[in-house]
């Protein structure tokens, strides 16, 4: 497959690792993740995956990855959270006569799906309701450095606190955070995942509605950020978050109607894409979403 990661190779010193296109900045700083932050060069990201802390820079032919600080990692473990082997080339031929997607496939060149820690991923997203990125960043990043183990010098260098410690300090730590009325749900959400009642990963083996269903039992948990969670870390393709910039591609290009719910969107979506919805759905995001900022002045 396009992009395929050779060998489990250490990354404590600088490793190349070969990829035919890679959008950097759009995939892990264009709202799937929320902590990577640009390097000071601007010529690559800075981010924390599991307890190590990773430097990623865009080079010849694929990319340049570091472990800074934290534990070991692989090429394997980076390439398989960037998605280095999914197979753009495929789903780009395949779509190339789609009237919304195809042009998105062929003008944002490089754009993966992510593979986060679901616990992480669904933090990030319990945040994400009535925010904006930055603000996500901002809040998740106190999050890490308030309750979670350093493992690097810099000030986003935390690994991301486990449900446990987040269920002990409770709802009212989190707004002493700026998290809101969101902490309330964060809290819950945490003492549910910690005790064992939802264990997150058994959702990979689920099929998607079936894993859908156990995240919007969740309190705070709708189908838009159960969808976000099930797209960007659990690996379910068929998962389609719909936003405002989504419904906007699905209206013009997909015949959706304004009258429509987001469930019934992300049906019709479904139905086209079927486990490729994922993919669709973030290419259709990122095309409104650029478009939309290049008509702002």
């Known amino acids: 497959m396009t992009g395929r990661v050779e060998g489990g190779v250490d990354l404590r010193s600088e490793t190349f690792l ?9 995939t892990v700083d264009g709202g799937q993740a929320f902590r990577w932050r640009p390097l000071p060069d601007a010529a690559g990201y800075r981010g924390v995956i599991g307890r190590s802390v990773i430097e990623v820079r865009g ?6 990855v570091r472990v800074a600080s934290g534990q070991d990692s692989t090429t394997d473990l980076i390439g398989f959270y960037l998605g280095l082997e999914d197979d ?7 779509y190339a006569s789609d009237p919304g997607l195809g042009p998105a496939m ?19 997203f319990i945040c994400s309701a009535t925010s904006n990125i930055p603000r996500i960043k901002l809040n998740m990043g106190r999050l890490a450095a308030t309750f979670g183990e350093r493992i690097g010098p810099g000030d986003d260098d935390f690994a991301f606190p486990g449900p446990a410690a987040v269920a002990a300090a409770g709802e009212q730590a989190g707004r002493e955070l700026g998290w ?6 964060l809290e819950r959400a945490a003492i549910t995942v910690a005790s064992g009642r939802l264990a997150l990963d058994t959702l990979l083996d689920m099929s998607y509605e079936d894993a859908r269903e156990a995240l919007v039992s969740l309190d705070g948990v709708g189908p838009k950020i159960a969808d976000c969670v099930l797209a960007f870390s659990l ?21 959706a109607s304004e009258k429509m719910s987001n469930d019934e ?3 019709i979506a479904r139905e086209r894409f079927g486990e490729d919805a994922a993919y669709a759905q973030q290419y259709l995001f990122h095309r409104q979403r650029l478009a939309a900022r290049a008509m702002t002045p």
């Open 88 to 94: 753009l080339d495929a789903l780009r031929a395949k």
């Open 235 to 255: 690996q379910k393709g068929e998962a389609f978050p719909v936003d405002r910039w989504v419904r906007r591609a699905m209206e013009e290009w997909y015949g």
């Open 18 to 26: 070969p990829v035919d296109e890679f959008d950097l900045p759009g």
């Open 59 to 64: 080079a010849d032919g694929g990319l340049t």
């Open 106 to 124: 062929s003008g944002y060149l490089g754009l993966r799906l992510l593979r986060q820690d679901p616990w992480e991923c669904l933090c990030g």
């Open 265 to 267: 969107i992300g049906r």
């Open 180 to 185: 809101g009325f969101r902490a309330r749900y």
